[in-house]
Structure formats: structure tokens, C-alpha cells
């Protein structure tokens, strides 16, 4: 306790919210993740409290802390449960002596769970109550002395913990992971998108979790999903399509490939193995257990109405400083004064009742005027979790703006038009889809933007453009390489269009469904290659992402040459850069090239002897798509690429 007072003591804390929590008989209160260290002090009436699955019986001034990532579960025992809840992040400074070097992330007195009943319960709950009241306000100088009350709250608690002897439980950042993927297994599941619900970075969770559990996160997570899908060939007689899909994976083929890779034996034979299964009998699949019983998460953030709690509204902002060109400034300030002016509202002064954004929170007390006028009420709030953090976005998007072009056709396949999108997005296969369309070239024109009057913002994960657009609008980074049913389905959370999404992707399957057989027919046991000219003197082999790669390689499984297989596709980096003369190495026997490279000279790398020699050229197995379209991997291109690749394979010729 000694110790975890003196890094206490070093400590750097912010407060991030502060607020008072109703539960009532009644209200569904199901369980979510914290978003950063809190304190749960209760006021009123008794609930059963779980801490990663740790039940603590909270009564009246039972006082709880979890850090960051812990799965919090209420449950009533009485009529009704009333608590203050105290978000906050603590940081340790890099110079603090001998002591900080001896703890790891997970070792510090953030992240440790605990409860019990304090000895002096009164002075803790006027401290608690006092904070809340200042919180509201929302001035600079109430929130220093929100602060000042928060350093008091923790002297005091630890003051207490120590007379008291208090047993501190370190929390398994490991098990909480394992606990999420066991019951998100069938969903898609990003290390991303991991690093997001449990806010620690990319790099640090997948540096933690590989020394924990010997094991990659992508590693354990297809263990999961493999012994789920064992669990089902024992035990039912689903298709291997609907088992497939059952465990994440729209493709069969893929899913067979990665049963065999995990197992040694492909689903018939491991069906076929233990369709009676004789007591103590093998089992080819590792078992990935948690003690930890499996339930469904919420996020902390989730704003569902206009009436709920906005989260925004109440933790710390940043208050931004512009770096934008003062006329840009200007501009922007004359756009937003124009908008409000011709969009009259009106909203009544009075005493306002927020609701929790999550069930599991209840209902926040929280009293304030509003002066009445002519008033525009925002737009209804969602928070998406994107690449560059959670951003709170509209609900239904109407004025997207795609500095990220690339991914253009992910709105045009939701039923949406972007009001300004990159250079990249106009080429053969979006023709008379973009009329109207402003065209904001490949830079990113601040002004311009600005003259959009965007309500969304889709760009590259640059944390500088970023940071100079999130001035403008609520901006979302994605990231290239995300297989095509995740980014759709991104895509559709992100805009509100779920439901067209699915759509889209159940459409997509038919044609996979459809056109596979045919070009396995009609391919066979050969190879297929992907080649594009950089410039007159070099030249690329591509594997499973654009240029078609998506659906030679990743819809339909045809094989590339071992050498692509091994450079490109396997080492996962997509590409593979090409010596000419072991071009005969390179080439399948059948061969498509990806014409778009703005060099006119580019084409003349595939001419001569050793081109001609090709087995591929001489049987007429060489196809061109010259469509700058050709190069990306969103619905629109793949489409167009689909109809390309099956009239190509399939023809006599």
C-alpha cells in the first residue's frame, strides 16, 4: 500500500467525467466496458456489482475501482441503486526516480480492482457530491477546483484503504481480451479495433498479449474460431457454409484452408474422425477456455438519442488553436454563423434530465437552465470507433467529404453520394455515378473543404491532416488492406446504413456462389498472376488485395506461382517487386496486367523474347484492364473487376 501511495504521490491525473447514476426497478442494465480508470461510490439502495466477472454486493457507501478496459456489470438487488461515478486517467512522468522503471503498465494502482465499505463514508461523499456540482458548470475555474476535490477524494480513499488493510486485485488485460473474443469470435475482429474498446494502443496490447499467452491476438482468435467450428461439426450437421459463416468467415474455401492449416485435416475428415468419438480420444483442436463466463459488451460511448447523455458534453474537450490560414478561419466562422441563421429552431429554457448513453448507467441527475431563443438543436450524435480513436460523428451523415478517394465506392454501394471526393475516385468504373460531385484533387484543399460544409470527413490515417480537418468537421481515418465485408460493414456503421450494407454483401455472395464454379471449371489446377508496370524498367506481381487480387486469389482461391505465393501473399505484404529476368518464374499460366500506371512508356516492359516465349502469351492468356479503377479494392471497382476476371477466364480462347 506504502508503494502504490508513492506512485500516487508521482502521479499526473485528469478528470474525465463526473457523474451521479439512477437505476431503477426495471431498467435493463447490461454490461460495458470503462473507457479509462473510475471510482463507483455508492449513495443509494444495493445492487450486485461485478468487476470482470468479480461480484461485489455494493450497498449504501460501498466504494469500487476498475481501470481502463474493465467489463462493469450491474445488477439490481433493491427497488433502486444511485452512485457517483468519477472517470479519470492518471500518467506517470518519465523522470520519477527509482521507482518508475519497476512497473509495468498493468502493475500500477490505475488499473487494480477493489471494493469495500469505508470507516468515514460521510467525508468521501461530500467530496463526491461537491465534485459533481462543479462539474456541471463547465467553467475553467470549476474545473480547476473539480481537480483540487479529486486530489482530495484520493488522499482520502487511501488514507482509509491503508487504516483499513484493503486487498488490491490486479486485473488480467490478457483474460479480458480472450473474454471479448470468445464471445465477438463470429464478428469481425481487429487488432484495431481491440486497441479501441480497450483504449491502449495498438503495439502495447499486441506486445502484452503475446507475452501472456505465447500467442498472437489474429493466432488465438483463429484458435477460437476453429474450436468453435469443431464444436459444430460434432455436434450438429450444419453445411460447412453456414458453419463457416458461423465463425467468421463469408468465405468456405478460406475457412477450409484455415481449418487444415490449424488442425492437420480438413472438416470432412475431422467430422469423419469423431462422428463417434471414443472416450479420451485426440482432439486435433486446442481448447481456449476462460473462467471468465462470456457476455455481450457495450461500449461506454454509445449515443443513441438526442435526449441521452452525451459523453462529449460532459468530459474535457480539447480546445482546439487554430493553425489554419486566418482567411480560412474567417471563412469557416462566416459559413458555420450562415448555417445557424437559416436553420431557426426553438428549445424551451428548464431543467433538463439526461440519460445514461448505456442502460447499465441509468439516469443522470443533472439540473440546468437553458436560456430560450431561437435555437438549432444539433444533429443526433453516434460515436464510431474509427482508426484515430472513438469520434463522435452524425448519426446519418449527409454531406460527406472523401479526401480518402479510394474508398469512395464504399458510399456508392450504401445508396450514398460523397459532396466532394479525391482525384482517385474518378475513373471508368464510377462514370455517371459521381455527377455533381466535387472533384478536390489529390492535395487536401482546406478551403475548398470548408466550402463543402461537411458534416463528415473520410480521410488517410495522417494524424496531421487529421488534426487540421477535425477542425472543419468530425474526421475519420481508415486504413487500406481491410478485407472488403469489414470495410463495408465499417462503412455502414459509420453512415447509418447497416442495413444496405448487409445487403450489398449477401448480393456480392450470390455472385460469388454463382460465378466460382464456373471459373474453377474452366481454370482448374493452374496458376493465374497479377503483374503491373511501374514504370519502362521495372515491374510488380500483386497478391489477394486490388488489381483484381481480391477476387483471383481471395473470392474464387485460384493458386498463384509459389514464388508470388511465398513474396506477395503469404509474407502479407501485398506486393512483390520483379526481376525481369526471372520473369518466367513470376508468370502463371494465365496472366493479367494492370494498365493505369501514368507512364506511357510503362507498357513496353511486357514486349520481346522472353514476354513472347510466355506459355501464357502464346495460349492468348493474357488479359489487360487498362481502367485506373482496376487498382482498388472497394464494392464499385470490384464489381466491374468481377464481370472483367470471370468473362476473361471463362472465355474460349
Known amino acids: 500500500m506504502q508503494e502504490h501511495i508513492l506512485i500516487w504521490n508521482c502521479a499526473t491525473l485528469k478528470v474525465m467525467d463526473v457523474r451521479h447514476i439512477r437505476i431503477q426497478t426495471g431498467t435493463k442494465a447490461r454490461p460495458y466496458l470503462l473507457p479509462s480508470s473510475a471510482f463507483l461510490y455508492v449513495t443509494h439502495g444495493s445492487a450486485t456489482v461485478s468487476l470482470d ?37 492518471a500518467s506517470l512522468p518519465l523522470a520519477t526516480g527509482r521507482h518508475s522503471p519497476r512497473y509495468s503498465d498493468q502493475q500500477l494502482p490505475f488499473h487494480h480492482q477493489y471494493g469495500f465499505v469505508p470507516l468515514h463514508p460521510a467525508i468521501l461523499y461530500e467530496l463526491a457530491e461537491r465534485m459533481q456540482n462543479e462539474w456541471r458548470i463547465q467553467e475553467r475555474l470549476q474545473q480547476l477546483h473539480v481537480k483540487t476535490l479529486f486530489y482530495q477524494f484520493v488522499y482520502e480513499l487511501l488514507r482509509q484503504m491503508d487504516q483499513q488493510q484493503v486487498s488490491i486485485a490486479r486485473p488480467n488485460l490478457a483474460s479480458q481480451i480472450i473474454r471479448y473474443m470468445q464471445e465477438h469470435y463470429a464478428e469481425p475482429v481487429t487488432r484495431e479495433a481491440l486497441a479501441g474498446i480497450f483504449h491502449y494502443s495498438v ?134 454563423l450562415l448555417s445557424a441563421c437559416s436553420r431557426p429552431g426553438n428549445i424551451n429554457g428548464g431543467t433538463t434530465t439526461g440519460t445514461a448513453s448505456n442502460p447499465a448507467v441509468g439516469t443522470e ?70 455527377d455533381d460531385v466535387v472533384n478536390i484533387g489529390n492535395d487536401v484543399p482546406y478551403e475548398q473543404i470548408i466550402g463543402l460544409q461537411p458534416d463528415l470527413i473520410v480521410v488517410w490515417n495522417d494524424p496531421e491532416t487529421i488534426e ?92 498463384a506461382p509459389p514464388i508470388i505465393q511465398k513474396e506477395a501473399i503469404d509474407s502479407g505484404q501485398g506486393w512483390t517487386k520483379l526481376s525481369l529476368e526471372l520473369l518466367p518464374q513470376y508468370a502463371g499460366d494465365y496472366i493479367f496486367i494492370s494498365g493505369w500506371t501514368g507512364d506511357e512508356n510503362a507498357a513496353s516492359i511486357f514486349e520481346g523474347s522472353l514476354w513472347d516465349n510466355l506459355p501464357a502469351v502464346k495460349n492468348n492468356h493474357v488479359y489487360r484492364e487498362n481502367s485506373r479503377g482496376f487498382v482498388f479494392s472497394d464494392p464499385v471497382s470490384l464489381e466491374a473487376q468481377l464481370q472483367f476476371v470471370v468473362d476473361s477466364l471463362t472465355a474460349t480462347p
Open 468 to 559: 487540421k480537418l477535425s477542425k472543419i468537421a468530425p474526421t475519420v481515418a481508415v486504413e487500406y488492406g481491410i478485407p472488403l465485408r469489414e470495410q463495408l460493414t465499417d462503412f455502414g456503421k459509420m453512415t447509418g446504413r447497416e442495413e444496405q450494407a448487409k445487403a450489398w454483401i449477401a448480393e456480392w455472395d450470390a455472385k460469388i456462389a454463382k460465378y466460382k464454379p464456373l471459373v474453377e471449371q474452366a481454370v482448374g489446377d493452374r496458376t493465374v498472376s497479377i503483374f503491373d508496370s511501374g514504370s519502362a524498367k521495372e515491374f510488380y506481381a500483386y497478391g489477394s488485395f486490388g488489381r483484381g487480387g481480391d477476387i483471383i486469389y481471395g473470392e474464387f482461391g485460384l493458386k
Open 53 to 89: 466477472g468479480k461480484e461485489h454486493h455494493a450497498g449504501r457507501f460501498y466504494m469500487l475501482h476498475g481501470g481502463k478496459g474493465t467489463c462493469l456489470e450491474i445488477s439490481l438487488t433493491g427497488d433502486s441503486f444511485h452512485y457517483y461515478l468519477i472517470f479519470y486517467k
Open 365 to 434: 441527475s443533472n439540473t440546468g437552465n437553458t436560456a430560450p431563443g431561437n435555437i438549432t438543436a444539433g444533429p443526433e450524435l453516434v460515436t464510431y470507433s474509427a482508426v484515430n480513436g472513438d469520434v463522435q460523428i452524425p448519426k446519418n451523415p449527409q454531406r460527406i467529404v472523401m479526401v480518402a478517394g479510394a474508398f469512395t465506392g464504399h458510399l456508392l454501394a450504401l445508396g450514398l453520394k460523397p459532396v466532394g471526393t479525391g482525384d482517385e475516385s474518378f475513373n471508368s468504373y464510377t462514370e455517371g455515378k459521381l
Open 203 to 336: 503495439p502495447y496490447l499486441s506486445k502484452h498479449f503475446r507475452r501472456e499467452t505465447g500467442k498472437s491476438i489474429i493466432d488465438y482468435l483463429i484458435s477460437i474460431r476453429m474450436d468453435n467450428a469443431g464444436r459444430l461439426l460434432q455436434q450438429s450437421d450444419l453445411t460447412l457454409q453456414e458453419i463457416a459463416v458461423s465463425v467468421g468467415y463469408a468465405d468456405v474455401s478460406y475457412f477450409i484452408r484455415m481449418f487444415k492449416k490449424v488442425t492437420g485435416v480438413t472438416p470432412k475428415q475431422f467430422k469423419e474422425a469423431s462422428g463417434q468419438p471414443a472416450a479420451g480420444s485426440h482432439r486435433p483442436i486446442n481448447r481456449h477456455r476462460s473462467s471468465i463466463v462470456p457476455l455481450r459488451l457495450r461500449h461506454y460511448i454509445d449515443i443513441r438519442d438526442d435526449n441521452h447523455y452525451q459523453y462529449s458534453q460532459k468530459g474535457e474537450l480539447p480546445m482546439y488553436r487554430s493553425k489554419l490560414p486566418l482567411a480560412v478561419t474567417l471563412l469557416l466562422c462566416l459559413t458555420l
